[in-house]
T-cell receptor, first 114, second 116 residues
């Protein structure tokens, strides 16, 4: 069955430091992969997506992610974290037998320390 | 931002009562989805719709029904609410279902439902 694993439940990073959030997926076909961010009390905002082509994907707010098929991973990175990046981050894989229904990981909460 | 509204935004109800949540979109997108979000579980698909009167079940559909009589509205009904259905419910829309760069899902602001 398709699944998404985010191994880190909570991460704390110092402001200005680099960030990497891990995501591993299990999916039989070529995956469609997404990263969403959710600020407290808010809905989900799309950060970036991968469908095909270049395995390094650029997103909004200075985020990027790299698709590595050999590792079944789609890790999210940012070179310098800002306090406003504190939020919950969700990785998801698209199931195209059900429209674009998504299977989500359980999320990683990012805290930013000063 | 995609034109998606959800109503009500907050609701408290009692066990055994029926509850209907509404999702309304102004984007004329074909696909609409209902998810629930619970701590430690991320978001899980309840039901989705691929057109007017065309719906199908998701991962956690037990205890829920949906209806879509117009492109812009997708209703989620809890026939007899239970405490286990206390959650935050998100509606999402997407333009198409066949993949491609237009195939992105956009989420509404959510409805927080508490069942006492």
């Amino acid at each position: 069955a398709q699944s998404v694993t985010q191994p880190d439940i909570h991460i704390t990073v110092s402001e200005g430091a680099s960030l990497e959030l891990r995501c591993n997926y299990s999916y039989g076909a070529t995956p469609y992969l997404f990263w969403y961010v959710q600020s407290p009390g808010q809905g989900l905002q799309l950060l970036l997506k991968y469908f095909s082509g270049d395995t390094l994907v650029q997103g909004i707010k200075g985020f990027e992610a790299e698709f590595k098929r050999s590792q079944s991973s789609f890790n999210l990175r940012k070179p310098s974290v800002h306090w406003s990046d504190a939020a919950e981050y969700f990785c998801a894989v698209g199931l195209y037998q059900a429209g674009t229904a998504l299977i989500f990981g359980k999320g990683t909460t990012l805290s930013v320390s000063s | 931002d995609a034109g998606i509204t959800q109503s009500p935004r907050h609701k408290v109800t009692e066990t055994g009562t029926p509850v209907t949540l509404r999702c309304h979109q102004t984007e004329n997108h074909r696909y609409m989805y209902w998810y629930r979000q619970d701590p430690g579980h991320g978001l899980r698909l309840i039901h989705y719709s691929y057109g007017v009167k065309d719906t199908d079940k998701g991962e956690v559909s037990d205890g829920y029904s949906v209806s879509r009589s117009k492109t812009e509205d997708f209703l989620l009904t809890l026939e007899s609410a239970t405490s286990s259905q206390t959650s935050v419910y998100f509606c999402a829309i997407s333009e198409s279902g066949g993949g491609g760069m237009t195939d992105t899902q956009y989420f509404g602001p959510g409805t927080r439902l508490t069942v006492l």
